[in-house]
């Protein structure tokens, strides 16, 4: 019997691990597109930020499984993408060769401060209420992009936002919530797996129907060779410049605080 238990928990386990794992990248591989989308506009080739995003994502989250031991999923941040690409880039007119290197400068203070057990200390320092409070301005800010590119809602002059105008992207997008919402309410398995597929088949049809509109899934096959223009074309001399230091800061105080939040359960134990 307790060998039949332990065979039984572990195919249990196994599977439970699959279907997390299928569920991890369905949920979060939309950074795959939405990354190069935004970080395409400083001049850089969508294919190039692309292949970084994937590589970048992969071996960041298998180095989190083998060296951590903890199942988290690592990718690049929605928002300080958009910091890069609008403020950095384009407000302050930095070449993005100069923006990457202030972004590898920032990476490697916040490897030192990790090293030097600083991080910590930062927070022990931080009181419970705040912790809470920056995982969910965090989590606010997510919804908010993702209710924007479902076209929920747009930006209004008078009251900053507004309810978007019913079409197809918006009708797949509250089909798809409900039934998955639906679904993670009543503790089904794969509530989020089954919600992404019926969404996303929903999505096809739907898109026709509509008038004939623009497909909201096209297919332009399902290999194409990486892109590695962008290999080292980073400027870290340039980017060590005195008026690229409010830069620097605001990247690594974005990345401090996006760890910070990504551990507050962690935190809760350590540091009650």
């Known amino acids: 019997m ?125 009181p419970k209420q705040l912790r809470f409070g920056v995982a969910g301005g965090i ?26 105008s019913l079409n197809p992207i918006l009708i797949t997008f509250i089909i798809g919530f409900a039934v998955t919402a639906i679904l993670v309410a009543k503790n089904i398995r794969g509530a989020l797996v089954i919600g992404i597929g019926a969404t996303t088949l929903l999505a096809v049809p739907l898109g026709r129907i509509w008038g004939h509109t623009v497909p909201l899934v096209s297919w332009n096959g399902f290999f194409a060779m990486p892109d590695f223009s962008l290999f080292f074309k980073l400027d870290v001399t340039h980017s060590l410049a005195i008026g690229l230091w409010p830069a620097l800061f605001a990247f690594l105080f974005t990345c401090m605080f996006d760890s910070l939040s990504t551990f507050v359960g962690v935190a809760e134990v350590v540091f009650p």
């Open 139 to 164: 989590g606010l800010f997510i919804s908010i992009i993702g209710l924007k590119n479902a076209g929920f809602i747009v930006s209004s002059p008078d009251t900053l936002i507004t309810r978007g």
């Open 2 to 126: 307790p060998e039949t238990y332990a065979r039984i928990k572990s195919e249990t386990a196994v599977r439970t691990e699959i279907l997390a794992g299928i569920t991890t990248f369905l949920a979060s591989m939309y950074i795959i597109i939405v990354n190069p989308s935004i970080l395409s506009s400083t001049g850089m080739p969508f294919s190039g930020v692309l292949t970084a995003t994937v590589l970048v994502s992969a071996l960041a989250s298998i180095a989190m499984g083998v060296f951590a031991k903890n199942p988290v999923l690592i990718a690049p941040g929605m928002g300080i993408n958009a910091f890069f690409t609008y403020t950095v880039v384009a407000g302050m007119k930095v070449p993005w060769e100069v923006a990457l290197g202030v972004v590898f400068w920032s990476g490697v203070i916040f490897f030192i401060l990790s090293v030097c057990n600083v991080r910590t200390f930062i927070l022990q320092a931080i």
